[in-house]
């Protein structure tokens, strides 16, 4: 079994909160974090449902059989219960004797900020990262292979087809949770939405485009947007706000949270294809940046994580902010190191002066070194 990066901070918040709320996509391991590190808890789900009648009918009654601690899994599918659960965290004196898992955060954030409120630590569990895989013994043979499996546990089982495996994921995910959420008919139209966006990774969200392309209003495409990003899906990068006293784009940027999604939803499937494919540098950016956000979430920290253009093409693909300062981060998927990739760079920190953190460059090559100040990474070492 891969060891989670997150589970230390699991360990530390079990001491300190009444309950912990672990949230993320559906097979990102969730379950199995859980259970792992809460062996001796009665586990439950929510998606079993003959639990479920039970919670939903006599909510009270249900809680009273676990009144010593619990793991409750799919805990959206009976909002309900939170509004009893408030009581009997109150009189529960020892922390960390239950534990929620949610997949989607339609309803469970709110009822998480209004029942659960100072009584529940909340964390969020992405598929594998790269550095665990690699410490789980499965390193990648080519940052191709990385980028076209993703990090979904069940792909990296024995004998496991990652391609089918995706395809199913993909074709489950619009069956089931869409229609859960938002009880979408157009699910065709959906399924072509999610084609567009996944074709769009490291563009600006545009509402008219993608409205006009899939034959629905900027409403719906709202909508859409929010039923991908509640459900684990997509990440919309939001635009850095400092301006330097010039015009900036403040659209935000879509990012898929698995880049074995986005491969598979625009047919992308082998490392061949990968080579010359005209999505390779916004995969690669979208892969980048997923890490970082695995990277931040797995310590349990939130995001603060930006991306800065100005109206002149003036560009940085991530801002970092952390400990007061700016952090510039610039991604090329060439593995051959330019020095002409680090002007953006260089330009930034003179306009952000004091406030520039350490800037770094991450590229598809072998080798990792300092030019001029600057962190040179390769992706091996994401």
Request: hydrophobic letters at 40%; a neutral charge; charged letters at 25%.
């Amino acid at each position: 079994m891969i060891s989670r990066e997150i589970e230390a901070v699991v360990k530390e918040w079990s001491g300190v909160f009444k309950s912990l709320t672990i949230t993320g996509p559906r097979q990102s391991g969730k379950t199995t974090l859980a259970r792992k590190g809460f062996p001796d808890l009665p586990y439950l789900s929510l998606e079993n449902p003959d639990i479920r009648e039970r919670a939903e009918t006599d909510p009270r009654g249900f809680l009273a059989q676990y009144k010593e601690g619990m793991i409750l899994d799919e805990v959206q599918r009976v909002p309900n219960v939170f509004s009893y659960l408030q009581q009997i965290l109150d009189e529960q004196a020892e922390p960390g004797r239950f534990v929620f898992t949610g997949s989607q955060q339609f309803g469970l954030m709110q009822e998480l900020s209004q029942s659960l409120a100072g009584r529940s630590g909340l964390l969020t569990l992405l598929p594998f990262s790269h550095q665990e895989l690699i410490r789980g013994g499965f390193p990648a043979e080519s940052l191709a292979e990385r980028i076209l499996k993703g990090g979904y546990p069940p792909v990296y089982d024995p004998g496991a087809p990652a391609e089918a495996w995706l395809n199913a994921y993909i074709a489950t995910y619009i069956e089931r949770d869409v229609r859960q959420l938002l009880e979408i008919r157009n699910l065709q139209g959906f399924r072509t939405f999610m084609k567009l966006c996944a074709g769009s990774v490291g563009q600006e969200v545009n509402l008219t485009r993608l409205g006009g392309d899939c034959g629905v209003d900027q409403g719906t495409i709202r909508q859409w947007l929010s039923v991908l990003e509640a459900s684990y899906v997509i990440y919309r990068l939001p635009a850095h706000v400092e301006n330097f006293r010039k015009r900036v784009v403040k659209r935000p940027k879509l990012v898929f949270l698995d880049t074995g999604v986005a491969a598979r939803l625009i047919g992308l499937e082998t490392p061949e294809q990968w080579v010359s494919h005209p999505l390779r540098g916004a995969l690669f950016e979208n892969w980048v940046i997923s890490e970082r956000l695995k990277r931040l979430w797995n310590k349990g920290k939130r995001p603060e994580l930006f991306y800065w253009r100005e109206n002149n093409g003036l560009e940085v693909d991530l801002i970092q902010e952390e400990g007061g300062l700016s952090r510039p981060v610039e991604i090329k998927s060439g593995a051959t190191f330019t020095k002409e990739w680090i002007k953006g760079l260089q330009r930034w920190c003179a306009l952000a002066g004091e406030r520039a953190g350490s800037a770094e460059l991450v590229y598809g090559g072998e080798e990792s070194f300092e030019f001029k100040g600057i962190h040179i990474r390769s992706w091996k070492e994401m």
